[in-house]
């Protein structure tokens, strides 16, 4: 099993900046992929980030690149969102996920463990 906990998220203005966090505990978080996803209201979960095992490869949505940088510290058990120049379609409930599969994958049904999430609100 593995938990994740997220923390970091909350309310700024449009162009501010936050660091969303994800703490992992109860299995090898370093032999896995971990991803971002965001949820809005009345919408589908959708991919923000990703970011392989060691850290040396990741991938962003088109509408977050540029701004969203994804990153992890193995020894800590923690992976991080830094959210630059923040936008209001960007208001959400932020989660992390960590997948178990071979393969670096985009589809939120392909990443076995969620956290619970944390809100994201933007305003303009």
């Known amino acids: 099993q593995v938990q994740l906990v997220e923390s970091g998220g909350g309310l700024v203005q449009a162009g501010g900046s936050l660091r969303l966090s994800c703490a992992a505990s109860g299995r090898t978080f370093s032999d896995y992929a971990m991803g971002w996803f965001r949820q809005a209201p009345g919408k589908e979960r959708e991919f923000v980030a990703l970011?392989?095992?060691?850290?040396?490869?990741?991938q962003y949505a088109d509408s977050v690149k540029g701004r969203f940088t994804i990153s992890r510290d193995n020894a800590k058990n923690m992976a991080y969102l830094r959210t630059n120049s923040l936008k209001p379609e960007d208001t959400a409930v932020y989660f992390c996920a960590l997948g178990t599969g071979s393969r670096l994958t985009i589809r939120p049904q392909n990443y076995d463990y969620w956290g619970q999430g944390t809100q994201v609100t933007v305003s303009s």
């Open positions: 970011i392989n095992w060691s850290g040396t490869m990741t």
